[in-house]
């Protein structure tokens, strides 16, 4: 897949970028995925293995991850992230941090 730049794949999905979260410190298996993320979000964002496995196939097909060797399971397959998905990943970070920033006045002010 040819390189896109950043800007033409935002906004990511809530379940694209929590994927990208999960694995950017190291491969992965979905259903590690799948915890990891549950475990990040506390429950506000609804997961099932369908869903998970959806947006993995979607990652890949974007070349935003891509399959890891060396599981410990063959029936598994672990997935990384690729630079391009790194590039992609900070860029939704950034546009979100923004977007926090302009609805700033939204937000009570916190007591000190």
């Known amino acids: 897949m040819p390189f896109r730049s950043s800007e033409s794949s935002l906004p990511l999905t809530p379940i694209?970028?929590?994927?990208?979260?999960?694995?950017?410190?190291?491969?992965?298996?979905?259903y590690a995925i799948l915890q990891a993320v549950e475990a990040r979000l506390g429950g506000l964002l609804p997961m099932r293995t369908g869903t998970i496995y959806r947006a993995l196939a979607r990652l890949l097909d974007e070349g935003l991850i891509e399959e890891a060797s060396g599981a410990s399971d063959e029936r598994r397959r672990n997935y990384r992230v690729t630079a391009q998905g790194k590039a992609i990943a900070r860029a939704e970070a950034k546009r979100l941090a923004d977007q926090v920033a302009r609805a700033k006045r939204l937000l009570p002010e916190p007591r000190r």
Do not use: K, R, Y
């Not at 694209?16 to 979905?30: K, N, R, Y």
């Open 16 to 30: 694209s970028f929590e994927i990208l979260l999960a694995v950017m410190d190291g491969a992965q298996h979905g």
